[in-house]
């Protein structure tokens, strides 16, 4: 069992910043893929960033590459995602989850926190 918290997220500006957080909890975190996720409401959810256990291996989604960047910290069990040049499309809940292996896909993910709120004003 992994039990993933997200914080940081809140407003921001067009063109700032913003960096999340996201802590694991209970399995060992540097066995696992971690990943990040948004969801804005009338849309699909989004794949925006990956990494595996190693930190090695990153993805980006489109929309965020040279923007976002993923990275963790295995000694404090926890992933960040550092958003800058914010745009107002970047508004969504951001979801972390933990899984067995990198994808850009939600298949591999079997734990998932519980999101937290990115607003972006123009």
């Known amino acids: 069992q992994v039990q993933l918290v997200e914080s940081g997220g809140g407003w921001g500006q067009a063109g700032g910043s913003l960096r999340l957080s996201c802590a694991a909890y209970?399995?060992?975190?540097?066995?696992?893929?971690m990943g990040w996720f948004r969801h804005a409401p009338g849309k699909e959810r989004e794949f925006v960033a990956a990494t595996s256990w190693s930190g090695d291996t990153t993805y980006y989604g489109n929309s965020v590459k040279g923007r976002f960047t993923i990275s963790r910290d295995n000694a404090k069990n926890t992933v960040y995602l550092q958003m800058n040049s914010l745009k107002p499309e970047d508004t969504a809940v951001y979801y972390c989850?933990?899984?067995?292996?990198?994808?850009?896909?939600?298949?591999?993910?079997?734990?998932w926190g519980q999101g937290t709120q990115v607003t972006v004003s123009s």
């Open positions: 989850a933990a899984g067995s292996f990198v994808s850009i896909t939600v298949q591999p993910y079997d734990y």
């Open positions: 209970g399995r060992t975190f540097r066995s696992v893929a």
